[in-house]
């Protein structure tokens, strides 16, 4: 049961123009979201991320929306840039109350490819 | 600050053979974790340790997977005997916990032949 979902491998967006990269979930439990950038042969490198009690967070370039009611986060990258090529995953924490240790639960990814 | 240090970074086995994974935190990290990637998936958490306690474990295959953090420092994980679907990376991260981000290492990338 795939708690977080990527339904995007890929995505190919031109320099300068803007990526759009989705995320859905499904338990309503998660109150903590991040994302996450993977180049190859190396490990996941934080992002940004953004509490169930917000619906926007920026930094940047970089801007995380969440649409709680549609269980339903993304992120904009504007402008893209060929260096923001990677494998980018969401991720989603569920609340103390649940009795969960608070574990980070992944995504399947999206490869980003910013064609110059 | 350095990040989070592993080795090996390949390893290639044959099945029923063991292996082991190591990895050192970022200084003052008190939360460890373990996960798997298999190809095309997104990383599953195998194991989480608070200091030298395991916080969370649900998802560790125990019948041939252990891992352990004697001094609430560097951990190890292990897989024996290995069997051709723990073909993976393995990747250690850690964090201060909370809601602070986890900081990953670079993983041990494992072939089982």
């Known amino acids: 049961d795939q708690q977080v979902k990527q339904n995007s491998p890929s995505l190919s967006v031109q320099e300068g123009r803007i990526s759009i990269l989705n995320c859905d979930y499904t338990n309503s439990m998660f109150d903590y979201f991040l994302w996450y950038k993977k180049y190859p042969a190396e490990g996941p490198t934080f992002l940004i991320s953004?509490?169930?009690?917000?619906d926007k967070n920026e930094d940047g370039r970089f801007t995380v929306f969440l649409n709680k009611s549609a269980k339903h986060l993304s992120l904009h990258i504007v402008p893209s840039q060929p260096g923001d090529s990677a494998v980018y995953f969401c991720a989603a924490k569920s609340g103390i109350s649940s009795g969960s240790a608070r574990q980070l639960t992944f995504g399947s990814g999206t490869q980003l490819t910013v064609l110059p | 600050e350095a990040g989070v240090a592993q080795s090996p970074r390949y390893k290639i086995i044959e099945k029923r053979q063991s292996v082991a994974f190591w990895c050192n935190p970022i200084?003052?990290?008190?939360?460890l974790y373990w996960y798997q990637q298999i190809l095309g998936q997104g990383p599953k958490l195998l194991i989480q340790?608070?200091?030298?306690?395991?916080?969370?474990d649900s998802q560790l295959p125990k019948d041939r997977f252990s891992a352990e953090r004697l001094k609430g420092v560097d951990s190890t994980l292990k897989i024996q005997p290995a069997k051709l679907e723990d073909s993976a990376v393995y990747l250690c991260?850690?964090?201060?916990?909370?809601?602070?981000?986890?900081?990953f290492g670079d993983g041990t990338r494992l072939s089982i032949l």
């Open positions: 200084s003052g990290h008190a939360t």
């Open positions: 991260a850690s964090s201060f916990g909370g809601l602070q981000p986890q900081h």
């Open positions: 340790f608070q200091n030298n306690g395991v916080v969370d």
């Open positions: 953004i509490s169930s009690i917000k």
